[in-house]
């Protein structure tokens, strides 16, 4: 029972930690909007420099049109 909950809360803090570090600080937020206008307008290579910033700090969207970039 005791290692039950000591797993419980293990998960909740690395749960936690995963949320955290998957949130933009507003330079990165900015970049990622900026390479998403960007992209959008197909200027993928000039939004490129942008959306990495954001993939950087674990942002899926940005990372996901990273990858679009490479493949195009």
């Known amino acids: 029972m005791l290692i039950k909950k000591i797993g ?3 998960v909740a803090v690395l749960l936690s930690g995963v949320a955290l570090a998957a949130e933009l600080i507003a330079e990165q937020q900015a970049a990622k909007e900026k390479g ?9 290579i000039s939004a ?3 959306l990495e910033k954001a993939a950087k700090a674990g942002d ?6 990273r ?3 490479a493949i195009e």
């Open 60 to 65: 899926r969207e940005a990372q996901l049109l």
């Open 8 to 10: 419980m809360v293990l």
């Open 36 to 44: 998403i206008t960007l992209y959008n307008q197909y200027k993928a």
């Open 48 to 50: 490129e420099p942008y």
């Open 67 to 69: 990858r679009g970039i």
